[in-house]
Protein backbone atom coordinates (compact mmCIF):
# COMPACT_ATOMS: atom_id res chain seq x y z
CA UNK A 1 0.00 0.00 0.00
CA UNK A 2 2.68 2.35 1.01
CA UNK A 3 4.33 2.06 -2.56
CA UNK A 4 1.04 2.57 -4.02
CA UNK A 5 -0.24 5.66 -1.90
CA UNK A 6 3.87 6.89 -2.45
CA UNK A 7 3.58 6.29 -6.34
CA UNK A 8 0.00 8.32 -6.36
CA UNK A 9 1.32 11.65 -4.76
CA UNK A 10 3.94 11.27 -7.07
CA UNK A 11 1.88 11.54 -9.95
CA UNK A 12 -0.15 14.14 -8.79
CA UNK A 13 2.46 16.15 -7.76
CA UNK A 14 4.43 15.42 -11.20
CA UNK A 15 2.65 17.81 -13.18
CA UNK A 16 2.93 21.06 -10.66
CA UNK A 17 6.64 20.88 -11.33
CA UNK A 18 6.38 20.29 -15.20
CA UNK A 19 4.55 23.34 -15.06
CA UNK A 20 6.52 25.11 -12.77
CA UNK A 21 9.63 24.26 -14.43
CA UNK A 22 8.21 24.82 -17.68
CA UNK A 23 7.13 28.22 -16.56
CA UNK A 24 10.40 29.58 -15.03
CA UNK A 25 12.16 28.30 -18.46
CA UNK A 26 10.19 29.83 -21.00
CA UNK A 27 9.22 32.52 -18.94
CA UNK A 28 12.55 33.83 -17.78
CA UNK A 29 13.69 34.15 -20.75
CA UNK A 30 10.76 36.03 -22.31
CA UNK A 31 11.03 38.52 -19.53
CA UNK A 32 12.82 42.03 -20.20
CA UNK A 33 11.92 45.47 -19.38
CA UNK A 34 9.83 46.12 -21.55
CA UNK A 35 7.42 43.87 -20.77
CA UNK A 36 6.56 45.64 -17.82
CA UNK A 37 6.55 49.49 -19.13
CA UNK A 38 5.65 48.97 -22.50
CA UNK A 39 1.72 48.48 -24.37
CA UNK A 40 0.79 45.37 -26.39
CA UNK A 41 2.38 45.89 -29.84
CA UNK A 42 0.49 45.24 -32.96
CA UNK A 43 -0.61 41.98 -33.95
CA UNK A 44 2.17 39.86 -35.25
CA UNK A 45 4.77 42.72 -34.85
CA UNK A 46 7.87 41.59 -32.33
CA UNK A 47 8.15 43.63 -28.92
CA UNK A 48 5.54 45.44 -26.62
CA UNK A 49 4.68 44.80 -23.13
CA UNK A 50 1.76 44.37 -20.58
CA UNK A 51 1.94 46.94 -18.35
CA UNK A 52 -1.53 47.80 -18.93
CA UNK A 53 -2.54 44.44 -18.33
CA UNK A 54 -0.29 44.36 -15.18
CA UNK A 55 -2.07 47.65 -13.90
CA UNK A 56 -5.43 46.63 -15.19
CA UNK A 57 -5.54 43.53 -12.89
CA UNK A 58 -3.92 45.12 -9.85
CA UNK A 59 -7.55 47.69 -10.58
CA UNK A 60 -9.52 45.46 -10.81
CA UNK A 61 -8.07 43.58 -7.43
CA UNK A 62 -8.84 46.63 -5.80
CA UNK A 63 -12.25 46.80 -7.06
CA UNK A 64 -13.11 43.57 -6.35
CA UNK A 65 -11.93 44.04 -2.84
CA UNK A 66 -14.27 47.28 -2.47
CA UNK A 67 -17.19 45.16 -3.56
CA UNK A 68 -16.15 41.61 -1.41
CA UNK A 69 -14.07 42.77 1.72
CA UNK A 70 -17.09 44.80 3.53
CA UNK A 71 -19.68 42.00 2.98
CA UNK A 72 -16.97 39.53 3.62
CA UNK A 73 -15.77 40.72 6.95
CA UNK A 74 -18.84 41.78 8.45
CA UNK A 75 -20.86 38.80 7.08
CA UNK A 76 -18.00 36.67 9.07
CA UNK A 77 -18.06 38.33 11.97
CA UNK A 78 -21.64 37.80 12.49
CA UNK A 79 -21.35 34.12 12.08
CA UNK A 80 -19.01 33.45 14.49
CA UNK A 81 -20.30 35.96 17.08
CA UNK A 82 -23.86 34.66 16.33
CA UNK A 83 -23.30 31.07 15.29
CA UNK A 84 -26.47 28.94 16.28
CA UNK A 85 -28.70 31.66 14.83
CA UNK A 86 -30.92 30.33 11.54
CA UNK A 87 -29.56 32.95 9.09
CA UNK A 88 -25.76 31.81 10.19
CA UNK A 89 -26.34 28.13 9.75
CA UNK A 90 -28.35 28.92 6.18
CA UNK A 91 -25.26 31.64 5.34
CA UNK A 92 -22.29 29.56 5.94
CA UNK A 93 -23.98 26.98 3.64
CA UNK A 94 -24.74 29.30 1.00
CA UNK A 95 -21.36 30.41 1.34
CA UNK A 96 -19.93 26.89 0.69
CA UNK A 97 -22.23 26.64 -2.50
CA UNK A 98 -21.20 29.98 -3.80
CA UNK A 99 -17.55 29.22 -3.57
CA UNK A 100 -18.07 26.13 -6.19
CA UNK A 101 -20.36 28.26 -8.28
CA UNK A 102 -18.50 28.35 -11.92
CA UNK A 103 -16.21 31.83 -12.34
CA UNK A 104 -17.89 31.87 -15.87
CA UNK A 105 -20.99 31.81 -14.65
CA UNK A 106 -19.87 34.54 -12.28
CA UNK A 107 -18.96 36.81 -15.39
CA UNK A 108 -23.27 35.82 -16.94
CA UNK A 109 -24.07 37.65 -13.68
CA UNK A 110 -22.20 40.28 -13.81
CA UNK A 111 -22.79 41.10 -17.41
CA UNK A 112 -26.49 40.58 -16.45
CA UNK A 113 -26.47 42.90 -13.61
CA UNK A 114 -23.92 45.87 -15.04
CA UNK A 115 -23.29 45.07 -18.32
CA UNK A 116 -26.67 45.21 -20.42
CA UNK A 117 -27.89 48.61 -18.36
CA UNK A 118 -24.58 50.12 -19.08
CA UNK A 119 -24.86 49.04 -23.06
CA UNK A 120 -21.00 48.65 -22.60
CA UNK A 121 -18.01 46.31 -21.43
CA UNK A 122 -16.47 48.34 -18.47
CA UNK A 123 -13.87 47.79 -15.02
CA UNK A 124 -16.62 47.61 -13.06
CA UNK A 125 -18.61 44.94 -14.25
CA UNK A 126 -15.33 42.72 -13.75
CA UNK A 127 -14.77 43.71 -10.55
CA UNK A 128 -17.94 43.33 -9.31
CA UNK A 129 -17.99 39.73 -10.72
CA UNK A 130 -14.64 39.02 -8.86
CA UNK A 131 -16.13 40.79 -5.78
CA UNK A 132 -18.53 38.68 -5.58
CA UNK A 133 -16.20 35.39 -5.88
CA UNK A 134 -14.08 37.14 -3.10
CA UNK A 135 -16.92 37.02 -0.80
CA UNK A 136 -17.48 33.10 0.09
CA UNK A 137 -13.47 33.46 0.63
CA UNK A 138 -13.44 36.18 3.29
CA UNK A 139 -16.34 35.43 4.98
CA UNK A 140 -15.23 32.17 5.83
CA UNK A 141 -11.99 32.73 6.77
CA UNK A 142 -13.25 36.19 9.16
CA UNK A 143 -15.53 33.47 10.83
CA UNK A 144 -12.89 31.12 11.45
CA UNK A 145 -10.30 33.98 12.91
CA UNK A 146 -13.03 35.55 14.58
CA UNK A 147 -13.83 32.23 16.70
CA UNK A 148 -10.50 32.29 17.85
CA UNK A 149 -10.65 35.52 19.89
CA UNK A 150 -10.97 34.28 23.61
CA UNK A 151 -14.12 35.13 25.34
CA UNK A 152 -12.35 36.17 27.98
CA UNK A 153 -11.80 39.24 25.97
CA UNK A 154 -15.35 39.84 25.09
CA UNK A 155 -16.44 39.06 28.75
CA UNK A 156 -13.92 42.09 30.36
CA UNK A 157 -15.44 44.63 27.74
CA UNK A 158 -18.88 43.71 28.21
CA UNK A 159 -18.30 44.09 32.29
CA UNK A 160 -17.26 46.90 31.36
CA UNK A 161 -20.78 47.76 30.42
CA UNK A 162 -20.00 48.30 26.75
CA UNK A 163 -22.79 47.38 24.57
CA UNK A 164 -22.21 43.91 22.38
CA UNK A 165 -21.99 45.87 18.53
CA UNK A 166 -19.38 48.07 19.76
CA UNK A 167 -17.06 45.33 21.41
CA UNK A 168 -17.52 43.59 18.45
CA UNK A 169 -16.61 46.42 16.21
CA UNK A 170 -13.81 47.88 18.95
CA UNK A 171 -12.45 45.18 20.77
CA UNK A 172 -13.02 41.85 18.49
CA UNK A 173 -12.53 42.47 15.19
CA UNK A 174 -9.31 45.06 15.52
CA UNK A 175 -7.93 42.03 18.14
CA UNK A 176 -8.46 39.75 14.82
CA UNK A 177 -7.37 42.08 12.17
CA UNK A 178 -4.36 40.79 11.43
CA UNK A 179 -5.61 37.42 10.77
CA UNK A 180 -8.84 38.83 8.46
CA UNK A 181 -6.07 40.44 6.33
CA UNK A 182 -4.34 37.10 5.72
CA UNK A 183 -7.85 36.02 5.21
CA UNK A 184 -8.38 38.62 2.35
CA UNK A 185 -4.87 38.10 1.36
CA UNK A 186 -5.92 33.98 0.43
CA UNK A 187 -9.31 35.61 -1.54
CA UNK A 188 -7.29 37.63 -3.29
CA UNK A 189 -4.82 35.19 -4.49
CA UNK A 190 -7.74 33.04 -5.48
CA UNK A 191 -9.26 35.76 -7.74
CA UNK A 192 -6.22 37.19 -9.31
CA UNK A 193 -5.80 34.48 -12.29
CA UNK A 194 -9.26 34.32 -12.71
CA UNK A 195 -9.85 34.48 -16.60
CA UNK A 196 -13.14 33.58 -17.61
CA UNK A 197 -15.14 35.64 -15.64
CA UNK A 198 -13.55 38.90 -16.93
CA UNK A 199 -13.82 37.59 -20.94
CA UNK A 200 -17.65 39.37 -21.11
CA UNK A 201 -16.94 42.22 -18.36
CA UNK A 202 -13.93 43.70 -18.08
CA UNK A 203 -13.24 42.36 -21.86
CA UNK A 204 -10.15 43.33 -22.15
CA UNK A 205 -7.86 46.73 -23.66
CA UNK A 206 -5.16 47.14 -25.80
CA UNK A 207 -3.85 50.84 -24.76
CA UNK A 208 -3.31 52.44 -20.64
CA UNK A 209 -7.43 52.10 -19.35
CA UNK A 210 -8.32 53.97 -16.11
CA UNK A 211 -11.46 54.67 -16.13
CA UNK A 212 -13.45 51.89 -14.87
CA UNK A 213 -16.47 52.66 -16.45
CA UNK A 214 -14.84 51.56 -19.76
CA UNK A 215 -13.40 48.57 -21.09
CA UNK A 216 -10.28 47.28 -19.00
CA UNK A 217 -7.47 45.17 -19.66
CA UNK A 218 -6.05 42.34 -17.58
CA UNK A 219 -2.78 40.04 -17.18
CA UNK A 220 -5.12 36.84 -17.47
CA UNK A 221 -6.62 37.90 -20.44
CA UNK A 222 -3.97 38.76 -22.42
CA UNK A 223 -2.25 35.63 -21.36
CA UNK A 224 -5.32 34.03 -23.01
CA UNK A 225 -5.42 35.91 -25.89
CA UNK A 226 -2.12 35.37 -26.63
CA UNK A 227 -1.47 31.87 -26.41
CA UNK A 228 -4.48 31.38 -28.80
CA UNK A 229 -2.90 33.72 -31.41
CA UNK A 230 -0.56 32.71 -33.83
CA UNK A 231 2.29 34.64 -33.87
CA UNK A 232 5.17 33.10 -31.86
CA UNK A 233 6.87 36.44 -30.05
CA UNK A 234 2.55 36.18 -28.50
CA UNK A 235 3.25 33.08 -27.20
CA UNK A 236 6.82 33.81 -26.15
CA UNK A 237 5.02 36.83 -24.01
CA UNK A 238 2.50 34.91 -22.97
CA UNK A 239 4.33 32.73 -21.12
CA UNK A 240 6.19 36.03 -19.57
CA UNK A 241 2.85 37.08 -18.66
CA UNK A 242 2.11 33.83 -17.25
CA UNK A 243 5.22 33.93 -14.96
CA UNK A 244 4.52 36.83 -13.72
CA UNK A 245 1.02 36.12 -12.35
CA UNK A 246 1.82 32.84 -11.34
CA UNK A 247 4.63 34.46 -9.31
CA UNK A 248 1.99 37.34 -8.01
CA UNK A 249 -0.51 34.45 -7.35
CA UNK A 250 1.78 32.07 -5.47
CA UNK A 251 4.02 34.80 -3.21
CA UNK A 252 0.72 36.50 -1.80
CA UNK A 253 -1.07 32.74 -1.27
CA UNK A 254 2.60 31.83 0.16
CA UNK A 255 3.17 34.82 2.48
CA UNK A 256 -0.40 34.37 3.41
CA UNK A 257 0.24 31.04 4.95
CA UNK A 258 3.26 31.93 6.69
CA UNK A 259 1.46 34.54 8.17
CA UNK A 260 -1.30 32.36 9.42
CA UNK A 261 0.94 29.58 11.01
CA UNK A 262 2.61 32.39 12.72
CA UNK A 263 -0.25 33.97 13.82
CA UNK A 264 -1.69 30.42 15.31
CA UNK A 265 1.84 30.09 16.97
CA UNK A 266 1.85 33.24 18.59
CA UNK A 267 -1.42 32.35 20.74
CA UNK B 1 -24.07 41.54 5.92
CA UNK B 2 -24.67 37.68 6.45
CA UNK B 3 -28.05 37.92 4.53
CA UNK B 4 -26.19 38.42 1.71
CA UNK B 5 -25.03 35.51 0.90
CA UNK B 6 -28.05 33.36 0.44
CA UNK B 7 -29.98 36.98 -1.23
CA UNK B 8 -27.05 37.11 -4.06
CA UNK B 9 -27.42 33.06 -4.76
CA UNK B 10 -31.31 34.19 -5.09
CA UNK B 11 -30.43 37.24 -7.09
CA UNK B 12 -28.04 35.40 -9.69
CA UNK B 13 -30.91 32.98 -10.36
CA UNK B 14 -33.36 35.59 -11.03
CA UNK B 15 -30.88 37.37 -13.60
CA UNK B 16 -30.32 34.72 -15.44
CA UNK B 17 -33.68 33.45 -16.02
CA UNK B 18 -34.84 36.53 -16.73
CA UNK B 19 -31.61 36.91 -19.26
CA UNK B 20 -32.59 33.72 -20.56
CA UNK B 21 -36.07 34.05 -20.91
CA UNK B 22 -36.25 34.25 -24.94
CA UNK B 23 -34.50 31.32 -25.18
CA UNK B 24 -36.40 29.69 -22.61
CA UNK B 25 -39.66 30.31 -24.30
CA UNK B 26 -38.28 29.83 -27.84
CA UNK B 27 -36.58 26.34 -27.10
CA UNK B 28 -37.90 25.18 -23.38
CA UNK B 29 -36.60 21.32 -23.15
CA UNK B 30 -35.79 20.70 -26.84
CA UNK B 31 -32.94 22.84 -26.17
CA UNK B 32 -31.25 20.08 -23.98
CA UNK B 33 -32.39 17.36 -26.88
CA UNK B 34 -31.48 19.03 -30.28
CA UNK B 35 -27.56 19.22 -31.60
CA UNK B 36 -28.09 21.72 -33.89
CA UNK B 37 -26.06 24.98 -32.96
CA UNK B 38 -26.55 27.44 -36.02
CA UNK B 39 -26.50 30.69 -34.70
CA UNK B 40 -27.19 32.73 -38.28
CA UNK B 41 -30.39 30.72 -38.40
CA UNK B 42 -31.07 31.06 -34.65
CA UNK B 43 -31.08 27.32 -33.93
CA UNK B 44 -29.63 26.63 -30.61
CA UNK B 45 -29.68 22.88 -28.74
CA UNK B 46 -26.79 21.99 -26.34
CA UNK B 47 -26.72 18.27 -27.04
CA UNK B 48 -23.47 18.46 -27.90
CA UNK B 49 -22.50 20.63 -25.52
CA UNK B 50 -23.82 18.77 -22.25
CA UNK B 51 -22.31 15.43 -23.43
CA UNK B 52 -18.88 17.53 -23.83
CA UNK B 53 -19.43 18.61 -20.50
CA UNK B 54 -20.29 15.07 -18.93
CA UNK B 55 -17.72 13.22 -20.51
CA UNK B 56 -14.69 15.39 -19.65
CA UNK B 57 -15.72 15.39 -16.42
CA UNK B 58 -16.37 12.07 -16.21
CA UNK B 59 -12.78 11.03 -17.22
CA UNK B 60 -11.12 14.16 -14.86
CA UNK B 61 -13.08 12.29 -12.19
CA UNK B 62 -12.00 8.03 -13.38
CA UNK B 63 -8.40 9.52 -13.87
CA UNK B 64 -8.03 12.15 -10.37
CA UNK B 65 -10.63 10.05 -7.97
CA UNK B 66 -8.33 6.70 -7.36
CA UNK B 67 -4.98 8.81 -7.73
CA UNK B 68 -7.13 11.63 -5.42
CA UNK B 69 -7.61 8.95 -2.96
CA UNK B 70 -4.32 7.37 -2.63
CA UNK B 71 -2.63 10.56 -1.91
CA UNK B 72 -4.91 10.81 0.75
CA UNK B 73 -4.71 7.71 2.67
CA UNK B 74 -0.88 8.21 1.85
CA UNK B 75 -1.13 11.53 4.04
CA UNK B 76 -3.27 10.47 6.74
CA UNK B 77 -2.32 6.84 7.34
CA UNK B 78 1.47 6.47 6.13
CA UNK B 79 3.12 9.46 5.68
CA UNK B 80 5.45 10.31 8.43
CA UNK B 81 4.81 13.54 10.10
CA UNK B 82 7.09 15.33 8.26
CA UNK B 83 6.54 14.64 5.16
CA UNK B 84 2.45 15.80 6.00
CA UNK B 85 2.88 19.61 5.37
CA UNK B 86 5.08 19.86 2.62
CA UNK B 87 3.23 17.54 0.29
CA UNK B 88 -0.02 18.99 1.57
CA UNK B 89 1.21 22.47 0.74
CA UNK B 90 2.81 21.54 -2.49
CA UNK B 91 -0.69 19.76 -3.56
CA UNK B 92 -2.43 22.60 -2.51
CA UNK B 93 -0.17 24.77 -4.39
CA UNK B 94 -1.98 23.30 -7.77
CA UNK B 95 -5.12 24.35 -6.87
CA UNK B 96 -3.19 27.99 -6.82
CA UNK B 97 -2.27 27.96 -10.13
CA UNK B 98 -4.48 30.38 -12.49
CA UNK B 99 -6.33 27.75 -14.77
CA UNK B 100 -4.95 29.83 -17.46
CA UNK B 101 -1.65 29.40 -17.20
CA UNK B 102 -2.23 25.60 -16.90
CA UNK B 103 -3.79 26.04 -20.05
CA UNK B 104 -0.84 27.55 -21.49
CA UNK B 105 0.99 24.93 -20.37
CA UNK B 106 -1.56 22.43 -22.13
CA UNK B 107 -1.76 23.46 -25.02
CA UNK B 108 2.25 24.12 -25.77
CA UNK B 109 3.45 20.71 -23.74
CA UNK B 110 0.37 18.64 -22.94
CA UNK B 111 -1.24 18.89 -26.46
CA UNK B 112 2.29 17.88 -28.30
CA UNK B 113 2.72 14.82 -25.51
CA UNK B 114 -0.10 13.65 -25.90
CA UNK B 115 -0.42 13.82 -30.11
CA UNK B 116 2.88 12.03 -30.22
CA UNK B 117 3.23 9.60 -27.10
CA UNK B 118 -0.07 9.29 -25.21
CA UNK B 119 -2.22 8.46 -28.40
CA UNK B 120 -0.16 6.91 -30.24
CA UNK B 121 0.63 4.34 -27.99
CA UNK B 122 -3.40 3.93 -26.54
CA UNK B 123 -4.15 3.19 -30.22
CA UNK B 124 -1.35 0.87 -30.64
CA UNK B 125 -2.52 -1.28 -27.52
CA UNK B 126 -6.28 -0.76 -27.27
CA UNK B 127 -7.27 0.61 -31.03
CA UNK B 128 -9.56 -2.02 -31.70
CA UNK B 129 -11.68 -0.02 -28.95
CA UNK B 130 -14.30 2.57 -30.37
CA UNK B 131 -13.02 4.81 -27.82
CA UNK B 132 -9.49 5.03 -29.35
CA UNK B 133 -9.81 5.44 -32.62
CA UNK B 134 -9.28 8.06 -35.03
CA UNK B 135 -6.37 10.22 -35.76
CA UNK B 136 -4.16 11.49 -32.78
CA UNK B 137 -4.76 14.88 -32.88
CA UNK B 138 -3.69 16.16 -29.47
CA UNK B 139 -6.82 18.23 -28.51
CA UNK B 140 -9.31 16.61 -27.84
CA UNK B 141 -11.55 15.41 -25.64
CA UNK B 142 -9.16 13.26 -23.57
CA UNK B 143 -6.65 16.20 -23.14
CA UNK B 144 -9.36 17.93 -21.59
CA UNK B 145 -9.85 14.67 -19.34
CA UNK B 146 -6.45 15.24 -18.21
CA UNK B 147 -5.93 18.95 -17.86
CA UNK B 148 -9.00 18.78 -15.63
CA UNK B 149 -8.21 15.79 -13.47
CA UNK B 150 -4.73 17.59 -12.74
CA UNK B 151 -7.48 20.76 -11.96
CA UNK B 152 -9.63 18.82 -9.66
CA UNK B 153 -7.18 16.39 -7.75
CA UNK B 154 -6.25 18.80 -5.23
CA UNK B 155 -9.74 19.03 -3.84
CA UNK B 156 -10.22 15.62 -4.17
CA UNK B 157 -6.83 15.14 -1.78
CA UNK B 158 -7.81 18.17 0.56
CA UNK B 159 -11.00 16.87 1.66
CA UNK B 160 -10.94 13.45 1.68
CA UNK B 161 -7.62 13.65 4.24
CA UNK B 162 -9.82 15.97 6.07
CA UNK B 163 -12.76 13.38 6.63
CA UNK B 164 -10.00 10.64 7.14
CA UNK B 165 -7.83 12.23 9.61
CA UNK B 166 -11.57 12.94 11.73
CA UNK B 167 -11.64 8.94 12.12
CA UNK B 168 -11.27 8.50 15.66
CA UNK B 169 -8.45 6.70 16.50
CA UNK B 170 -10.17 4.27 18.45
CA UNK B 171 -11.26 3.08 14.98
CA UNK B 172 -8.26 2.40 13.49
CA UNK B 173 -6.70 0.77 17.40
CA UNK B 174 -10.08 -1.39 17.12
CA UNK B 175 -8.88 -2.78 13.58
CA UNK B 176 -5.30 -3.00 14.93
CA UNK B 177 -6.39 -5.23 17.90
CA UNK B 178 -8.14 -7.85 16.15
CA UNK B 179 -5.11 -8.42 13.31
CA UNK B 180 -5.49 -6.22 10.81
CA UNK B 181 -2.55 -5.23 8.79
CA UNK B 182 -2.33 -1.88 7.57
CA UNK B 183 -4.12 -1.81 3.80
CA UNK B 184 -6.66 -3.96 5.86
CA UNK B 185 -7.04 -1.28 8.94
CA UNK B 186 -7.64 1.29 5.99
CA UNK B 187 -10.21 -0.54 4.23
CA UNK B 188 -11.73 -2.04 7.03
CA UNK B 189 -11.95 0.76 9.60
CA UNK B 190 -10.76 4.11 7.80
CA UNK B 191 -12.63 4.38 4.89
CA UNK B 192 -16.22 3.09 5.75
CA UNK B 193 -16.11 5.63 8.19
CA UNK B 194 -15.08 8.58 5.80
CA UNK B 195 -17.06 7.44 3.26
CA UNK B 196 -20.27 9.80 2.98
CA UNK B 197 -17.17 12.89 3.31
CA UNK B 198 -15.25 10.82 0.49
CA UNK B 199 -18.29 11.03 -1.72
CA UNK B 200 -18.92 14.44 -1.06
CA UNK B 201 -15.40 14.92 -2.11
CA UNK B 202 -15.74 13.78 -5.26
CA UNK B 203 -18.88 15.59 -5.69
CA UNK B 204 -16.70 18.81 -5.03
CA UNK B 205 -14.91 17.78 -7.70
CA UNK B 206 -17.77 17.05 -9.75
CA UNK B 207 -18.43 20.62 -9.44
CA UNK B 208 -15.53 21.89 -10.29
CA UNK B 209 -14.99 20.06 -13.20
CA UNK B 210 -18.22 20.68 -14.91
CA UNK B 211 -17.72 24.64 -14.49
CA UNK B 212 -14.00 24.84 -15.36
CA UNK B 213 -13.60 26.80 -18.15
CA UNK B 214 -10.03 28.53 -19.39
CA UNK B 215 -8.01 25.22 -19.27
CA UNK B 216 -10.92 23.09 -21.25
CA UNK B 217 -11.34 25.63 -24.28
CA UNK B 218 -7.88 25.94 -24.47
CA UNK B 219 -7.55 21.96 -25.10
CA UNK B 220 -10.56 20.48 -26.22
CA UNK B 221 -10.81 21.72 -29.64
CA UNK B 222 -13.71 23.35 -29.38
CA UNK B 223 -16.13 21.24 -31.98
CA UNK B 224 -19.78 20.89 -31.05
CA UNK B 225 -19.66 17.08 -31.93
CA UNK B 226 -20.85 13.67 -30.43
CA UNK B 227 -17.83 11.24 -31.22
CA UNK B 228 -17.39 8.23 -29.64
CA UNK B 229 -13.61 8.32 -30.06
CA UNK B 230 -11.73 10.03 -26.80
CA UNK B 231 -9.31 11.45 -29.49
CA UNK B 232 -11.81 13.80 -31.16
CA UNK B 233 -12.20 16.83 -30.39
CA UNK B 234 -15.34 18.37 -28.51
CA UNK B 235 -16.73 21.28 -26.73
CA UNK B 236 -18.34 21.93 -23.02
CA UNK B 237 -20.95 24.18 -21.83
CA UNK B 238 -18.40 26.40 -20.36
CA UNK B 239 -16.18 27.06 -23.46
CA UNK B 240 -18.82 27.89 -25.79
CA UNK B 241 -20.06 30.77 -23.67
CA UNK B 242 -16.18 32.06 -23.24
CA UNK B 243 -15.66 31.46 -27.13
CA UNK B 244 -18.86 33.05 -28.30
CA UNK B 245 -20.56 35.21 -25.55
CA UNK B 246 -19.11 38.55 -26.74
CA UNK B 247 -19.30 37.79 -30.52
CA UNK B 248 -22.57 36.58 -29.65
CA UNK B 249 -24.51 39.15 -32.25
CA UNK B 250 -28.65 38.37 -32.08
CA UNK B 251 -30.99 38.35 -28.71
CA UNK B 252 -31.72 35.10 -28.86
CA UNK B 253 -27.98 34.18 -29.23
CA UNK B 254 -27.09 36.04 -26.32
CA UNK B 255 -30.51 34.49 -24.32
CA UNK B 256 -29.37 30.58 -25.32
CA UNK B 257 -26.13 30.92 -24.45
CA UNK B 258 -27.42 32.89 -20.72
CA UNK B 259 -29.76 29.68 -21.10
CA UNK B 260 -26.79 27.49 -21.08
CA UNK B 261 -25.06 28.96 -18.10
CA UNK B 262 -28.35 28.89 -16.40
CA UNK B 263 -28.49 25.41 -16.44
CA UNK B 264 -24.44 24.95 -15.62
CA UNK B 265 -25.50 27.02 -12.83
CA UNK B 266 -28.53 24.94 -11.49
CA UNK B 267 -26.80 21.82 -11.69
CA UNK B 268 -23.23 23.11 -10.14
CA UNK B 269 -25.39 24.71 -6.92
CA UNK B 270 -27.40 21.37 -6.67
CA UNK B 271 -24.27 19.08 -6.81
CA UNK B 272 -22.22 21.71 -4.64
CA UNK B 273 -25.02 21.68 -1.74
CA UNK B 274 -24.83 17.56 -1.82
CA UNK B 275 -21.43 17.67 -1.63
CA UNK B 276 -21.45 19.93 1.38
CA UNK B 277 -24.33 18.05 3.09
CA UNK B 278 -22.23 15.36 2.70
CA UNK B 279 -19.06 16.76 4.07
CA UNK B 280 -20.89 18.35 6.85
CA UNK B 281 -21.63 14.90 8.10
CA UNK B 282 -18.56 13.35 7.77
CA UNK B 283 -16.54 16.16 9.30
CA UNK B 284 -18.89 15.58 12.41
CA UNK B 285 -18.32 12.37 12.91
CA UNK B 286 -20.38 9.58 14.46
CA UNK B 287 -23.65 8.19 14.09
CA UNK B 288 -22.42 7.23 10.40
CA UNK B 289 -21.80 3.34 10.88
CA UNK B 290 -25.01 1.82 10.32
CA UNK B 291 -23.84 -1.27 8.97
Known amino acids: MAVVTCGCTLLVLAPLILILVFLAATGISALNWEFFTRLPGAAGEPGGGMANAIAGTLWLISLAGVVGVPIGVLG??????????????????????????????????AYV??????????????????????????????????????HS??????????????????????????????GIMVGVARIAGETAPLLFTAFGNRFWSWNVLRPMAALPLQIFAYAISPFDDWHRQAWAGALVLVSIVLIVNISARYAASRQVKLR | ?????????????????????????????????????????????????????????ALALLIAVPLGLGVAIFLSELAPGWLRTPVG???????????????????????????????PLLKSALG??????????????LTAGLILSIMVVPFIVAVSTEVMRAVPPAQREAARALGATGWETTRTA??????SGIIGAVFLALARALGETMAVTMVIGNVPQIKISLFAPAYTIPAVIANEFTEATSDLYVAALIYAGLVLFIVTVAVNALARVLVNRAARGPSMIRE
Open chain 2, 1 to 57: MAAAVPVLIGVMLIALFSAAWPAIQRFGARFFATSTWDPVAGNFGVLPFIYGTLVSS
Open chain 2, 89 to 119: FFVELLAAIPSVVIGLWGIFVLVPWVRTALE
Open chain 1, 76 to 109: GTFLAEYPAARLSQMTRFAADVMNGIPSIVMGLF
Open chain 1, 113 to 150: LIVLPMRHFSGLAGGVALGVMLIPTVMRTTEEIVRLVP
Open chain 1, 153 to 182: VREASLALGIPKWKTTLRVVLPTAAAGIVT
Open chain 2, 128 to 141: FLPLFSGPPLGIGM
Open chain 2, 190 to 195: VLPYAR
